[in-house]
Each structure stands twice: as C-alpha cells, then as structure tokens.
C-alpha cells in the first residue's frame, strides 16, 4: 500500500515540507558570505485574530539547538491587524530556511482559533464544541481541535486532539450507528446499557422521524438517564430552527423531561448561535465554521540586518514596538 | 522540546484521528449484534468539483486488509454537485471506523485541486505554479501541492510534495535573500553563478526599488543568462496590475530583452489571472486562491443495511447509478 | 346577535354601497341640468393583467333596465396597460351612482384571476387549485373562487364558489380531523371507508410525523385505493422544499407505490411551483399568492358629454379604439 | 339578469362559503366517533398588526347558540406576532365548520386597520379619511370602512358603512360631475347653493386647470364659505407632491382666503402623508394604502381535544397564556 | 467698477494663466542647459469620447510661430480610452509653457461635445438645441456652444457662439417675458407681431397656466402662425413627462393643430430624450446634461527628448502609433 | 492664425454672450411697454453651497450705471438650498439682457468654491492648494482659482489667479522638467540653486524611481535646504495610498530627514484627504475634485412686477425674506 501524503514529524523537522527556494538561498547566502550575519525577524498577520500555534513554533526552534531569542504575544490573545506577534534574533542560517513552516503553523491554528473565539463569543457561557474533524486532513484534525480548544471550545472528540490538550476526547452516536440499528430508541438502549454509569447520554433525534416525536421516545425510554437531546437536522429538512428547538424544548417540558438539555449541530454560525441559545439551546456542536475558517495569513519580514533597519518596499524597516510581547526563549 | 501537534502516519492508520465516537459507535454495535452486517456507503459532496485525494484514501483502506469492495471517480475529473464519488462495500466494522478520516482526506484534497483548476483554466495554456506552502500546516503542505498539480499545476515548490509527485522541487529566491544582499543585482549575479548551467534564472524585482527601473538592471546585469523577472508587488504599493505588466514588458522589448519573460504572484485569483495573462504576463504564482479554498465538505451515507436500502430523513435510500466510477479495489 | 357586516345583494343593487358623494353629485347635476346629458364612459386598469368580473358588472346594469350601451373585452382575456376594457355609453343618471361598485367588482375579481393566471401558466398543465378562501371575508370567497378559475384554476373548494361555475365542489381533510382522531392512519382508514367508491383519496401526510414516514404509512394502509398525499409542512419545519417533494416521491417510488400522487400546499408562488413541478409534485393548492393579490384597479373616465370629448388633465379626451371590445349590451 | 356572486347573509351563515372539506371532517370525524369531543382553538397571525373583525365573529358564533364560550382581544388593539387573539372551547362539531368563514372575516378586517392605523399614526392628529370603496368588491365595502375607522379613520364616505358605524356618511363631488358640468367654478356654485347651511365645502381643484390658479378661482367664487379645495392631481401631472401643497397653501394665504384648507388624495402613504403634512395639508383621502392591505392572516390551531394538550407538527401544544384576553362570551 | 476675473485672450495668449511652475521649469531648463532640447509630446484622454477644440490649440500654436509640428485626430470624431489624440514635436521652450492651457482647452470642449454627441444618438434625427449658457461662466459659453454643435448640437442660441459658427443665433422668450406681459397669449400675440414673416414662432406654454389648456389658447390665438410650444414644466409641477407631451400632442391633433410643434426642454438626458421622442416631442433643449459634463482630462506626456524614447513611471516610452492622426501643422 | 472661442470682457459687456431671446425679449415688452415697468427679481440655488461669483456680478451691474438695488449674501458664506441669495430691484430692462451671464457667473464660481471647501474642511487645517488649471478652459481659470480661494485654498499657482487674489503665485516642477533632465536629483540641484533664499524647495519623486529611494536620495541632496517631497504616484502604481504615505514618513523620519514634509496630489476627494492627512501627509494639491465640480444652477424668478407679487407655476409669488443678505449697491 503507497504512503499517506501528509508529512511526518521527522519530515517536518528536516526541513522537507519547506519550499525548495530556501535551500537556494542558503547556498547564495553562503556564496555571498551572508549566511552568518545577525539579523532580526518580526511576524505579523494582516488581520486582526486570537493567536494560536506558537507551542509548535517553539517545538521546531528548539530542535534547532541555537542561540535564537524569540519574543511572543502568548496563544489565546486577541491581537489587532499589523501587531507583531512573534520577533526572532539569530542568524538567518538558524531559522531562515523554516520560514514557510514556521508561517505554516502560525496561519492555521491562529484562523481556528479566531473562528473558534467568535463561537464562544455568541454562546455566551453555553458550552461549544468543535465537530470539525471531518472537514479537515487527519494530519492537522489533532492541530485544529486543539487551536479550537485555544480559541474557546471546551472539548475535543478527535481522540489524539483531546490527548494533546490533557483531556478525555468527548462525543456520542452518528448516525450510521442509528441506520444500523434500525430504531433510535433501539440503539438509545443499549448505548444506554453501554454507558459508564455518570457518563452524560446524548441521543441524536433526526434520522428516522421528526424530531418533536423521537425526542419524546428517546426520553420516555431512558427517563432520567437521558441527558440529551441533539437536533442534527439535514438541510432538506430545513436545517435547525428557533422555531424547531423552541418545540422540542416545550414538548418535552410539557412531557415532564425538563432535564433533557436539546444540543445542536450542522451549519452553525456565531448568528446562529445567537437566534438558537435564546429559542433554548443548551450546547452547540460546531463544524464548518470552524474548520473553514481562512488560515491567518502570517507574514515574515527582515527587519533588521547585522544592526541596521532594513525593510522591504512597502514595509517600515526596523523593529516595531509591542509592549505585550513576551521573551519565550 | 515539545511534540508537534499533527498526526503521524501511525497516529492516523492507527484510528487515533477518529472522533471517539467511532469507537463507542463500535461497541455499541458489537453489544447489539450489528458490527458485521454488510453495507453499501457512499461518498458525495454538496458543491460541484475536482477530485482529489482517492490515492490516501485507498492506502488507507488497503492496510484493512479486508473484503472491501470501492468504486471511485478517477482524481482529476470534475463533478456535480450530489453525485456519488465513492462507494464502499464490505462490513460496517471494516471502515466505519474511519468515515472523519477518509471525508477529512477527499474534502481537503478536492477543495485545493478545485480551486487549482479554476486558475490553470484562466491562464489558457500559460503555467500557473502553486506558491501556498506558507498558508497551510507543514504536515499538509505536501497534501497540498500534490492536489494543485492534480488540479493542473505544473510544478510544486516543496520539496515533498515534489517527490510524492516524482518531480524536481522548482523555486527562486526570497525577498530575504535580497534584504540580506543589500542589492538585488548584486544578488542576482551570485545566483547566477551558483545555479547550474541550463536550469532558468528568475529574479524577483520589487524588493528595493520600482520594478520597471530593477527589471531593467537585472536584465542589463545577467544578458542572455536571465529567462525571468518575478513581479510580487506588495499591497502598500498598489500590488500587481495589468498596467505594471505592460509597462515592464513595452520597457524590456524597447531594451532588447524580450526574451525575459514576466512572471507574477501576489494575491492572484482567475480573474486576475485573466487580466494579466492579456497584460502580457507568461506565468503564474497562485498562494492564497488555491490555499484558503474551502474544503469541498463530504458527506457518506449508508445506502444499503444486510442488502435492504437505508438513509437517514432528507436521503434517497438504496445505492444511487453513476455510470462514472471505476472499480479501484 | 348582530348583523353581518358585508353588504347584501339589496344594498349593493340599492346603492346603500356607493359613496355617498354619487348621491350629491345626482343632486347637483339636476340641479344644473346635466343629469340626463348623454355621456360615453371607459374603464381601463394601469397594470396590464387578466380581465375577469364582468358578469357582475353586467347582472348589475341590466337591472338598472335602461338604453345603456356597454361594450367589453371578454372575461379570461389578457390585456395591456392602460387599454379599454369597458365602454359604456347613456345618461350620467343611469350608471353614474354606480361608478364605485363597478369599480370595485372588476378590480378585485381581475386582481385574483391575474394571479391565479401566474399559477396556472407556472404548472404547465399540471393542476392549480385554489386553496384561498381563509385569506378573504366569506362575502367575496365565491367570487375569489369564481375569478381563480376565470384565470385557470381547475377547481373550487368553496361550495357557493363550485355552485357558481356549475362544478361539485373539491377538497379533502383539514389537519384539525386528523388532531381530532390522534393518528393520519387511523383517520385516512375511517376517510376511506366513507367516500364513494370512484373519489379519489387525498391524505395529509405532515400533522405527527415525519413526511417521508407518515406517506408510506398512509399508502401502506390504504393501498391501491390511495391516489395521492398531500405535503403541507409548516414554516417551522423547513415548508414544503423540492428536496422534500424528491425525496418523498423516491421513496414511494420504491416501495411499490408509484401510483400515489405527491400534492404540495404552502405558501406557493409561481417560482416555488416551477420548482416543485421539477422535483416531482403533481398538483399545487394556491392561497395566499392568489388571494393577496393586489387589486387591479380600475379607473373610469367620461370621455365624451354630450357628443363632445372630453377629459380631465391627464387623460386622452375622446373615446379611445380598442378592437377587441365586443358588444355585450 | 344574473345574481351577484357575493354571498348573502343567509349563505355565509348557512356554511356555503366554507370549503368543502369541512363537510367532509364533519362527516368523518362522525363515523370516528370524535365528533363532540370538547376542544379549546386558538386563533393567531403571524405578523404583528391592529385587531379587527371580532363583531362579526360574535355575531355568527351567537347564532349557533351552543354553549360555546371565546376570550378575545378588544378591537383597536395592537398585538404581536404570535399572540394568541381568540381562543374558543367547546364541541368541534360547534364551530369547526366555520373555520374557513371566522379567519376570512378576522383576516381581512385586521389587514385593513393595520394600514389605517399606520396612516392615522402619520398624520399626526390631522383627519384621514378612507377614500378605498373603487378598490374593493362592494359586498365588503362596508367591512373594509368601518374596519378603517376601528383603526383610526375619521369618516366613511361609503353610505351603509357610516351606518354600522352610527354616523352620517362624508364626501364631497367626484371629477365627473366637474367634466359634466364643464366649469369647476360653476360646479362649485351649484353645489354650494344646494348643499345645506354649515356643512362644510370642499372642492376639487385638479380637473381642468392648474391646481394653483383653480384654487384661487373657487376661492374667489365662494368666499368665506368655502372651507376647503382638494388637490388629487394625476400621476401624468406629477401627483401631489410637498411643493404643490406648499405653493397653494401659499397662494391662498397671500390672496386673503387663510381659511380655507387644503386637503390632499391619490396615492397617499404614511411616508406621503408625513411629507405632505409638514408641507401644509390639512387633510387625507387614502384609498390604496388600506385597502390594498395584505390581508392580516390568520391561523386556528386545535390545542386541547377531550382535555389534552395536543398540536400539529410546528406548535406548541396546549392553550398559550395571554392575559390581554377578555371573556366575550 | 472692478474688472471681471475671466482671462483675455491676451492674457491667455501671453502665458498669463499658466501655472506658476512652468515659469519656473523654463528657468530651470535654461540653467540647466536643456531647454532647446527637441522634444516629442502626447496628448491622450483616459476616457474614451468625441474630440473637440483643436481650433484653439492651433490658433494658440500658431501665435508662438515656431517649427512646431502637430499631428492631430480632426474635431467631432470618436476616439477611444488611451488614444494619442494630438502629437506635438519641437523644443520644449516653443509650447512647455502652455501644457496647462492646452489641455484645458481640449478638455472642456471635449467634455461638451461628448455629452452633446449622447443626446443627439438619442434623437434619433430630431434636433437638439443646446440651451446651456446660464450654467457656465459668460467667458466660455461660446467655446461651449461650439463644442456642442460639434458634438451634433443643430442651433447656437448664445450670439457670440452663433457668430464663431458662422450662424445666426436661434431662440424664443423667456418665462420672465410672459410674467412682465401677465398673460402667455397676450404676449404671443405681440411677439408674432414682431418677428419678421418667415421666421418659425415657438411659444413657451407653462408660465401661467396648465399646460394642456395653454397650448390649445395659443394656437386658438395664432392658429397657422403658430410653429410649435416649448414644454418646460418646473420640477414643483413634475417636469416634462412622456404622459404631459403625449396628452398635448392629442389635444392639439384633436383641435386641428396638427401643425402645431412640442419642443421640450428642462432636465433632459438622453435617457429623457429617447422617452419624450417616443411620445412625439418633435425637438429637445438640453442644458445642464451637457454643460454639467465633466471635462474630458487630458494627460500630456513627454515621450522622446532628444531622440530617445521616455517616460514616466507608469507611462510607456517612445511614441505610440495612431494612423488616424492628421498632420495638421 | 485664428481667434480663441473665449468672449473678451468687452464682448460679455457688450451682451454678446447672452442668449438671443433676451434680445428678441426686449424688442417684445418695448413693443407692450412693459420694458420699463420696476421688477424684483431673485437668485436662488436648488442645492445647498458656499456663495461665490458676486464680484463679478456687481461689476457687471455697475457699468449698467443705472438706479438697480442689489441685496446679496457675502461671498463665502454657506447657504440652504433655495435660500435668496441675490435679490435685485430695478427696471427690466436695465438687467433682464443679462439674466444668462449673472447666473453663469454664479454657478461656476459658487461650484468651485463649495467643493473646494468640501477639501478644505477634510483637510482639518492642513493646507489644501487647487491644481486645477488644465481641467478647465484658461479663460475660466483664473475665475476657478479665485474661487478656490474664496472656497478655503491658500494659494492660486495660476499667474493671473494670484494677481487677482493679489498673492504671489505659487508652485513647484512638474514631471516633464524631471524627465527633461534626465534625474530627480540633478533636476532639484538646479533647482535650488536657482531659487532665492527663503523660498521653500519642493521636489516630486515618483517620476523615475520608487518614493521612498527617491524621497532619501533628494534629500541627503538638498540636506536642510529641502522643505517637501510630493507624492503625486500614478494610477498604474497604485496612486497615492495612506500605506505610502505613512512609509516615505517613516524612512525620512528614520534616515534624520523630519523636517521634510511630505506632500500629496493626484485624484484626491475630500475622503481621501481624511485618510492621507492620518497617514502623515502635510498639505494637498487637488485638481479634479475641485474643477469637476458640477456648477451649482442658479435660478433668477420675477417675483414682483408694478408692485405686485408675481410668480410662474411653481414659484412661491412676492419676495422671499432673508436676513443674511446685504445692500451691496
Ligand atoms: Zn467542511
Ligand atoms: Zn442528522
Ligand atoms: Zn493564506
Ligand atoms: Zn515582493
Ligand atoms: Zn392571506
Ligand atoms: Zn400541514
Ligand atoms: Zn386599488
Ligand atoms: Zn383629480
Ligand atoms: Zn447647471
Ligand atoms: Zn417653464
Ligand atoms: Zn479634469
Ligand atoms: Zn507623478
């Protein structure tokens, strides 16, 4: 069987995932003489954001064994359009050549992140979770739920992403597993019989019948042991409306199920959010919106050159000062 | 030195990218009996398309090892929206499992070869090369190259992705490099002297001064020697126009250098590519277009469950013709 | 208990309905002299549309029993902005009063047959029925019913409205039956049993459950003898959408029932029709497209006094030509 | 000749205007056995609006004279989307037939004071009055003036509208009787020598000439004893536009007659009316504006049936609390 | 008294309008030793449009009596965005000094007669006149007038225009003619007393009173005499509309004034002119559309010095090839 | 050689540039003797502005030598939208001929004026200068940059403009003095060598090089005894931006260059003045905003003829009051 495309850790670290016009310019450089000379870097995005993917950023300097000084602005702060986020002093020979993936790495987790924040942000203390993996190469699913997790969210189902960030990965039944069984109610029941006593059941509602009826089913068989309804609706459907969690809420109220919270997911945006918490929402299971979030375009100038200002056109050469910039090496 | 947050390899064969709920999906299955009941799945997604990103799929699958029996769209072929692009065989135990993974490989593959394809269309003939490795995680940057060249790229700049492609990595030089020269000329004459005999010079020509005025120096300094300027005017000085493309080509002919040919990047979309190809541009650099193409989200369905059709509400049960796919396993 | 509000056919044809300013205009003009001058009238719409509400007219001139003379296009014919739909000639005295009402009865019955034509003209042969008579006061729903089918529509569901145009009146069963008997199935059973053999059975397939289910549910009861379903989904379930109306078909296409029509009801227009029409629906009951429709209003100047032309500012003086008028008194 | 087609009194109370199908439920729900089964109806509109239409209701429900009893909103008063406006309990077999006849007659009243009132909120304390007979089918003339004086009209011009009301009807002398008589100024003197002492003049200035030179002419024909010109120019003449109105008012004021007052009609809006206000008028005829209302419309949901909350798919089931409700019967 | 602050043409000949820094420049040639340098210069327009003022720029050239040779596109043709329009060849000294004047003066007058050109394509052969003087300053409403005959423009009705035309000016009477006379007809009888036989009278028919009624007085009055009426409704009155000269048209045919003429003036565009053509105005008086028309900027641009081709930044060296370029000098 | 189509002042003097009718008008009211009956006539705006032009009114009316009482707002001052802003009182036929040329006069002046004071307020103190002599004709330029003056800009660069602002004109080199010498820097050597001490030196750099090079190269050239760079970037690099801008600030700044101020010109609008002035420019030369500016039309009315108020349709009859104007004859 042929290989996956992704790169490997090793593969990264070599340098093999950088654009091949670094490994020329180390050899100009070196032709020129220039390869040693101290010079100093400073990374910005052209958008304001949350910042995200500096751990793995240090990760790769570190390997590099060198004497780079680098100042950051620490994950999960917001930061506005030009702040300089990052400033590296070294030679250029110690980093240069990881240019593409150092920006790589900072563009990606920092537009999850951001995308993430907004969510959160439209929640409003109501629990958000990203339901992403699926939208994004397994290679980075692990990279993205943890940005999100630095972005705000407050759990992670991809089982690798919850082991990164410390935590038990979360999640409940898709619906294959109910298509399989032939009955929600069916496979509530032994998911149930399944279950850790303690752990939280979450019964998805959409597939066979609408969702006011099987989430009157799914409550009556597990009573007191269900937690959770969650609203998946398919587009041809209509999608998840106010209107339809503002009934599910009141029917099952009306029904004495009170304690089943209605969860939602598919197509959730911070608008929607908003319009679903106050029709009664209790959770939110975001995919998209996170994970195709535009990545953060970061970019790397020369700034300074054996102690001299420099600057491409276009670019005021020099440092630029950022009071919130912490030494991280 | 702390870990990087992607998957290796082993991680993602090993299932560690699923999400968890996979694996209670699987014991809940086992517990009612159902884990080996044959089904048919298929793969679709809701906006036309290019193809790509089977091959991972498929090394996946063949390290199952089993009785699965797919059918698939040739990569490269473009798509309607809703048509069936995969379609799976076997036990629901045999590759349930990994339904994130596999939507995660073919949508984030399918995205960039889409968004490839629009461009090299608009470049009518002229080579449009994939500038995106910044944009995007290291652990991907060969994922997506490789599909730009699926989409009808001509070369890759990373090195990686090159060799998945069995290609040489193709490149230039930096604004750094020049920065740290002091001078582009001066830069240019170590490149050339460093760079074997036959493969082509192109030099980038807006770092210090107007690229009509630099284009000329180089020209002047490097003779027959030189095949290309690069113009990758930033932003601050009103970016890349077709005005700008004319100019500097009207300025090279009236010298006598119309064999230098102008390439561009920065910021390029099909509809700049238009614009410029008619400017008398002979080549493109594209990051951001092909980059931040939104993942072309898959969706896999049960169709069929023990030979009788399925599908959850808003699905038309039973496997769907599609006269396109081949049998690839 | 007090009266109905809407006029009765004794006050209309007595005058109790007109301004009272037609009464001091008869004052005036007797008293000036003017009253039995001859006079030529036109009526003509702004808006082009389809003409309908003529029979009225001319019911209620006749009984005004005098030499009037009254030219008019045919009802169901189309006409232009502007152009003259109605030429009545004779004294002021002996029509003038009733400038008002006959007004009133051609711009709301050619208002509802102009958008009854929309319907009809968007189904392309497949049936439109008019489901309006909620939208509008009891008074005027035969005559809605009457100008819906002026403009196309196949049937009637009002019962004066069918006695009006000499056809049985058709319809099926409200949701309200079916909260009354607790279940679709039960009461399409009970429905069955009580039609004449030979009548088609319509069922109402979304007041519990899921359309998709309720429709073969209802087709699995009732077999052969079911000839259609009708889809009514309210708003807050996502309306009646074309995914919807494809979906429902596939599936009784599947399970053997492909003689059961799919109808569709709910906030249709001529666009959602032709959408529909395309997703498989094989008839469409109109409301409030049809019963909202503005009135087409009428306005009627004298045009010659006395053999003379005349007109006020704005208006052509003289009778205008109109071919297509026809001599109908 | 041949009958109207609007329904009389004795129709519309005999259940000729309802559709069919509720026939049929009667019919069924009778061999259900479900026929005297107790349930509570709520009545709603889905946008907000002013209530109207509620004598009429009482007045059909009391001739069933059965036991049942209705809580409903006073006419006049503003509700919101969704609020519950009537709520009936008792048999189906009670009032069920009337569905159709009770939301037509609460429809389209509501839609026309709605509009009333929006015009009446605009002119500020300055009189309007429902110029809207022309538009509508004289069977609901009389509902539609006396639904425009629920919203806040001052007058009805329509004869048997003004007596629902208890009023005398109001009005003055249609473009006709000007183009019969030849000369406005020579109407203007008939009229006023035959109208009686202290009812008020008012004459209309736009037929033959130019609205300011004609208001100075009446002005100076009849004195003191000319309360009123109004101007309803033709849109082929511009309309009635704030400078028009500013420069009579003007011209009348500087020729001594600043009594007189300047009325305004034809195509009037409460943005209209707001502009013309400001500008000078006195007074509004609107016709288009209310009439053309969109019907308010109406929904009746079953909620309880033999003492159970119950509701369609898209309700909340069981009774909605408003305590605006009165007891009405 | 002071003097008017228009420039003589001895002060526009004498350099006196020019900006301060030409003078400035020839110092600084001259010191510089390049003043006699032989130059080639272009004139070019980034807007496409109709040329005009060449005349001015050859009589302005002409005066400095040198060795100047002048290609040039001939006045009242179309030329396109970028087209060299005028090619000047010569020492710098010779017409350096008068770049500003010279633009000027083929901006303006190609801006006029553009904008003149538009309205007579949308005559369709009926006759515009250019009405405009009032809205330009006195100084160059000849140059105006000019421009707009070049553009199409049939009459001058400016004397001085006229006379530069070799014309003899054409006009009628003002408004402020018939406010002194107190009455539309009064005057025109007076007016026709005047005007030699032979000579068309057109009379303006909206001062007083409404314009329908005027005209027919005016022709009543002069009958055969009587050429046409000038439409020129104010906007307080709602302007001339298609409806306003399609109602005059007919009352004047209805009459027996076939003969009779409508002109039209007041706020006319071509979009304007096209309506009231197609409602049988039969000539047009334009004023603010043309001489509101921005002028057409023109760029000169140094393109040779001393044999060898320039330019700016931005700008493409050499001289460009036009073949429709005339030697006119 | 030919004449200039410019009127002489002796030819505006002398009626020549008004319209025929007035001719035709006089011969008229003499033959009705209404020529010498006393008039009041006012000059309004429809649009609100900053009054400029009436110098040149009065010097008009002063060599009509007659008993004319003119009231007037004082140049400068803004003014609401048909406010009177000129009120003259007199015989017909001491004015009326010249009813086109005081209006011209007005509108052009008052045009300029208001949007240069548009520029002047963005500018916020900063000093805003008119470069707009070739935008318009040159008999007109010296009236434009009067008015430009009177508008809020502090200097005329046209010779006779300044004379007649008894300024000094002001200005720098224009491009074709650069491209002549072939160099900025020898150019701005030549230059400051010939200019007197104390006069501020201003050098343009965007003709050969990038800004910022050429800004640094001029001034280690000119050391302290240079006062500005203008940026004057054309279109095909991008214009002017606030990116631009805010560089050349920063690299002068940097380099120990602080007292060059950095200048701006090319398209600019009073929003891009807001943005440029943020960005660090410190003064703004603008052509087009200013000379394109549309005249603003003035309207002369009769308003009292023999004593008594008058007016044509449309016009309010009598004077208006308003206490801002001034006997200014
Ligand atoms: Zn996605
Ligand atoms: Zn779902
Ligand atoms: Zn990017
Ligand atoms: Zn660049
Ligand atoms: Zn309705
Ligand atoms: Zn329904
Ligand atoms: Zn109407
Ligand atoms: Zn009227
Ligand atoms: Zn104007
Ligand atoms: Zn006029
Ligand atoms: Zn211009
Ligand atoms: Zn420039």
Not at 214 to 222: D, Q
Not at 240 to 248: A, C, K, S
Request: net charge negative.
């Amino acid at each position: 069987p042929g290989r996956l495309y992704s790169a490997t850790h090793e593969e990264i670290l070599g340098g093999w995932t950088t654009d091949i016009y670094f490994l020329k310019t180390r050899d100009v450089l070196r032709a020129a003489g220039r390869l040693d000379v101290p010079v100093t870097a400073e990374i910005f995005a052209r958008q304001e954001g949350v910042f995200a993917g500096l751990g793995e950023v240090l990760s790769l300097l570190d390997r590099k064994g060198t004497d780079l000084a680098v100042e950051a602005l620490p994950e999960g702060e917001s930061f506005a359009s030009k702040e300089v986020l990052v400033r590296i002093r070294g030679t250029y020979e110690a980093f240069g050549l990881y240019e593409t993936v150092l920006l790589g790495m900072l563009a990606s987790s920092t537009g999850w992140a951001t995308a993430a924040r907004r969510c959160v942000e439209a929640a409003e203390g109501l629990p958000v979770i990203c339901f992403g993996s699926r939208h994004v190469h397994p290679a980075v699913a692990p990279v993205m739920e943890r940005a999100a997790v630095v972005g705000g969210c407050v759990d992670a189902s991809c089982i690798l992403g919850a082991k990164l960030l410390g935590k038990d990965p979360k999640g409940t039944i898709p619906h294959a597993a109910i298509l399989l069984a032939g009955d929600t109610v069916e496979l509530a029941r032994v998911y149930d019989g399944l279950l850790p006593e303690g752990e939280p059941r979450t019964v998805l509602v959409d597939t066979f019948k609408d969702e006011a009826e099987e989430a009157l089913r799914v409550a009556e068989a597990l009573g007191d042991r269900l937690s959770a309804v969650r609203l998946d609706t398919p587009g041809e459907r209509g999608g998840v409306t106010p209107d339809l969690v503002r009934e599910v809420r009141y029917r099952l109220n009306l029904a004495g199920y009170g304690h089943v919270a209605v969860l939602v997911s598919g197509g959730l945006s911070p608008d929607r959010i908003r319009l679903l918490a106050e029709a009664g929402a209790a959770g939110f299971g975001v995919g998209s919106y996170i994970t195709h979030a535009t990545p953060r375009d970061m970019t790397m100038d020369l700034k300074e050159v054996d102690g001299k200002p420099v600057a491409k056109r276009g670019r005021l050469p020099g440092p630029l000062p950022n009071e919130r910039l912490k030494r991280v090496r």
